[in-house]
């Protein structure tokens, strides 16, 4: 019998008070279909209503698609979420105290659905220690309307962990590219896998409900058994959506055949970075690469390395990837973040970050809103508005060494780069260099004791974090340091006796220096 439905059919299941947990990235894995459902049913009949929604990643286009649509007073009761910022009318919601809030790390959120599958205690990490995370500090909440602490410290032999319980799954809302009959589901045309596969089975595993949905439909037991990604024992219900728009693979895209691996596309194809603080800051973050590193890109700026590092011919010398599960090939910038062109390979989204927590990224590119005198760094959350860390706290925690990519100061900054020199034309409103941060994204202190090194790159300045804290190590060519640097923070930083001038190469229209550099890396 077929599982097909309609979207209205399925959004009729959902009752009030139900946890739903979604697989998404953006808008890649995002079943819209279903959303819309039973966004328009409630606006219908006030139901469901009180919901818990569970989404690991980027949750949505930043405008009208994604989790968004649960962001009406009443529908939603409590989100759990790795990252917020896309979903704007959720987040409203969060900042008006209007629902509970938590942000957790994206890599525990993917690993905690296996956990709920097997029936585990929970998740048991070192992730989020000393952040906003801790429950000695702010337990992951993000307004004050959360109060309930659902993350505890526990030690065992000594060495502290944080424990993150398990918890019941009523539904789960996945996608797919094909299903048949029978439910199994394949993901040939999506751009990443994600943690589709055990979402599903923690699901099944609380005698919850599975929706899928899928592009086409295809009759049952014509599927190659080993596309199937989703097995149809696990799906309940499939949804076929009425419109393309529906079904994007990324929050712009509906479909890149390089994305899903069907074609290589000439490198020189993807767009390069105009010359500008921007650049400047990317090249500068290249500078710190060795050959054959495992690399992990973050959004922003961070994942303009890629593009440096296309530009400059030297993609071969290491390996890029994403916490999406790309391996290889070159990381996407937004709004396709999370996606790679030409990847050599594609794991789900969960076991990518088993390998990323266990230390396997060499260095990792992470962008930086605030830093502090201590090293902390935050990207989360800034008076009541609120970004969430999405794989940051698991990446910049658990990488043998952490970059950190930003402007120097934010709001209006303009730049002028001529002569191979850099100048200030408009300096930004906001000091991103603060005496303390305002929420603990990434902690220092947590650095220093496990002698992570880490990078902080700006346009026109330098830093690295030592035992006596943050401390300035170059400035660029045309920039005055006290006037440019320190008179625009927050704090007077350590400057190291040997400050030097940035690489000036990296300020001219053409550079061509990076292969050397990272090859000279390779035998310091």
Partial sequence: ????????????????????????????????????????????????????????????????????????????????????????????????????????????????????????????????????????????????????????V???????????????????????????????????????????????????????????????????????????????????????????????????????????????????????VPLGDRKIIARRAAMELTPGAVVNLGIGIPADVAAIAAEENTSHLMTLTTEAGTIGGVPASPPDFGHAYNPEAVIEHQVQFDFYDGGGIDIAFLGMAQADKDGNVNVTKFGTRVVGSGGFINISQNSRKVVYCGTFTAGGLEVEVKDGKLTIVREGKFKKFVDHVDQISYSGKYARQVEQPAVYVTERAVFTLEKEGLTLTEIAPGIDLEKDVLAQMGFKPIISPNLKTMDPGIFSEQWGGLAGIVNANGKS
């Fill in 1 to 152: 019998m077929s599982k097909l439905r309609t979207a209205d059919e399925v959004a009729a299941l959902i009752e009030d008070g139900m946890t739903i947990g979604i697989s998404i990235m953006g808008l890649a894995g995002w079943a819209e279909e279903v959303a819309q459902a039973i966004e328009r049913r409630f606006l219908a009949t006030g139901h469901p209503r009180d919901l818990t929604i569970v989404s690991s990643s980027g949750a949505g286009d930043d405008a009208e698609y994604g989790v968004t649509r649960f962001g009406h007073e009443g529908l939603t009761r409590r989100w759990i979420a790795g990252i917020m910022r896309q979903a704007p009318k959720m987040v409203k919601l969060v900042q008006e105290n209007k629902i509970e809030a938590y942000n957790l790390p994206q890599g525990v959120v993917v690993q905690l659905w296996r956990e709920i599958a097997a029936k585990r205690p929970g998740l048991i990490t070192k992730v989020g220690l000393g952040t906003y995370i801790d429950p000695r500090i702010e337990g992951g909440k993000m307004n004050s309307r959360t109060t309930e602490d659902i993350i505890k």
């Fill in 154 to 272: 526990i030690e065992i032999d000594g060495e502290e962990y944080l424990f993150y319980p398990r918890f019941h799954v009523d539904v789960a809302l996945i996608r797919g590219s094909v299903a048949d009959e029978n439910g199994n589901l394949t993901m040939d045309r999506e751009g990443i896998l994600l943690e589709a596969l055990p979402l599903a089975q923690a699901a099944k595993n609380c005698g919850g409900i599975v929706i899928a949905q899928a592009e086409e439909i295809a009759q049952a037991n014509t599927l190659h058994p080993k596309q199937v990604r989703v097995p149809g024992i696990l799906v309940d219900y499939i949804v076929q959506p009425a419109k393309p728009e529906h079904h994007m693979q990324t929050e712009a895209k509906y479909y890149v055949p390089s994305f899903a691996g069907e074609v290589k596309i000439p490198l020189s194809a993807i767009p390069s």
